[in-house]
């Protein structure tokens, strides 16, 4: 089967526009989770969902980031009024219920000029 | 606070020759750890992981070594080929803990060089 998608692949915008980023996670998975990488950077944590449980938005760095999940499978991350310190890969993984291991997306590259 | 530390920025290694990585922790409720590799723009791939019941896991060429008390694990590719650089991640995750089950907390990455 497919592995995560995201998209798009590559997203250029200019200061204080909202973008949107999508992911497809691997088909069964009930748990998805977005990461960054900024330059130079360690992936850090922005949000979790499991199943319909409430999702967990403790790594999300302002209220300018927002994500849904829709119907369990796909997700959106947004941001809006974007800042030139958005610029980063945006990671999204994927993560059945019965194993630990997260599978990762190939990754959105955002700059914000 | 970097609860998962890789010191070493970046490690050269012959063709043939083991190349060990490295990584420390220091959140005692970290129970399942995790190395990923990453090529420049793709996603990390994961490789190998550990349980902390656990001290050693062997897949193919990579084995995965944790020492809990010393909170520290590492990884081994014997032997080292070329096609294994990249920037190689550690991470580690809670089994136990509300809804932050599963989040991946990550080392600083480490570029692993295989010369031919």
């Known amino acids: 089967g497919a592995g995560v998608s995201q998209s798009p692949s590559n997203k250029v915008t200019e200061k204080g526009k909202d973008v949107e980023l999508r992911c497809d996670p691997i088909s069964g998975h009930t748990a998805l989770y977005w990461y960054r990488q900024s330059l130079g950077q360690g992936l850090e944590f922005l949000i979790y969902f499991q199943g319909n449980s409430a999702p967990d938005k403790s790594g999300l760095p302002s209220d300018r980031f927002s994500a849904e999940r829709t119907g369990g499978s796909v997700s959106t991350l947004t941001i809006q009024r974007t800042q030139q310190e958005d610029s980063a890969v945006y990671l999204c993984a994927s993560k059945s219920l019965a194993w630990e291991t997260q599978y990762f997306g190939p990754g959105t590259r955002l700059l914000v000029l | 606070d970097q609860q998962v530390k890789q010191n070493s920025p970046s490690l050269s290694v012959q063709e043939g020759r083991i190349s060990i990585l490295n990584c420390d922790y220091t959140?005692?409720?970290?129970?399942?750890f995790l190395w990923y590799k990453k090529y420049p723009a793709e996603g990390p791939t994961f490789l190998i992981s550990i349980s902390s019941i656990k001290d050693k896991n062997e897949d193919g060429r990579f084995t995965v070594f944790l020492n809990k008390s010393a909170k520290h694990l590492s990884l081994h590719i014997v032997p080292s080929q070329p096609g294994d650089s990249a920037v190689y991640f550690c991470?580690?995750?809670?089994?136990?803990?509300?809804?932050?089950?599963?989040?991946?907390?990550f080392g600083q990455g480490t570029i692993l060089t295989v010369h031919p």
């Open positions: 959140n005692s409720m970290f129970d399942y």
């Open positions: 991470a580690a995750s809670a089994s136990a803990g509300g809804t932050s089950y599963g989040k991946l907390t």
